[in-house]
């Protein structure tokens, strides 16, 4: 297999992923790669980009210099425009990252051959990194229409389920600002974002005891099981 990714008609193939525009695509999939295996492993939050969807104002209204929503109102706005809600954050960029690669990849190596020059070759490049953002996008937003009442659902019963539970934390750490805790429920286990108050941590392997639900952020509150007790 080795011999064939080195093989010297690989060399379009290595050509079309390391040059504008599909390089840009490249490393924003192989970030997602990185991300999922940590988040695997461990060593990320699986909801580590977080974008406050609910509390965006969907009215209108120009965003501007003068205007009050921040970045994250603004691309939270077009992942509603684009309906990529209703799942986390880092499934629908997933998604969306492949499917512009795939698109992006195709389109160069098609088309490109037939523009003449480096500098012209660029300049198509804008026009096709914009359609196909916005392509992968609309894409992105119907396929993840199913998946967006098995979250909810999961939400819901997770709620209900976990509240005086005890877990184990999965991550290097458990903080007042990052962490995850696994939770046994007889199946595969439930991965939950969960935070401490004030000064307290806990590594890995730890056991915790949850014990408050905060809706807005989607975490979960937890203390050892000494604190719990009383003990």
């Not at 003449?116 to 300049?123: H, M, N, T």
């Not at 804008?126 to 937003?141: E, F």
């Not at 004030?198 to 639900?213: H, M, P, Q, S």
Request: negative net charge; contains cysteine.
């Amino acid at each position: 297999m080795f011999a064939i990714l080195l093989s010297e008609g690989m060399d379009p193939f290595y050509e079309n992923i390391s040059s504008f525009p599909t390089l840009i695509y490249t490393v924003l999939l192989v970030v997602c790669i990185f991300y999922w295996a940590g988040a695997v492993l461990g060593f990320v939050d699986l909801d580590v980009i977080d974008l406050d969807l609910d509390s965006f104002d969907t009215s209108g209204g120009d965003v501007g210099s003068d205007s009050p929503h921040s970045t994250p109102d603004v691309l939270a706005g077009l992942m509603l425009r684009f309906g990529l809600v209703g799942v986390p954050v880092t499934i629908s960029v997933s998604i969306l990252a492949l499917i512009g690669w795939l698109l992006c990849y195709y389109t160069v190596h098609f088309v490109f051959p037939f523009v003449p020059g480096s500098f012209l070759k660029f300049a198509a490049g804008i026009p096709v990194l914009v359609g196909t953002l916005y392509v992968s996008a609309m894409i992105t937003g119907v396929l993840i229409r199913p998946l967006r009442p098995l979250f909810q659902k999961a939400t819901q019963e997770t709620i209900k389920q976990v509240l005086g539970q005890t877990a184990v934390v999965r991550t290097s750490r458990v903080d007042n600002e990052f962490g995850e805790a696994t939770l046994e429920d007889g199946g595969a286990g439930l991965i939950l974002k969960v935070r401490t108050t004030g000064e307290n941590r806990f590594a890995k392997g730890d056991k915790v005891v949850i014990y408050e639900k905060l809706s807005e952020q989607n975490i979960y509150r937890v203390i050892s099981e000494e604190e719990f007790l009383g003990l």
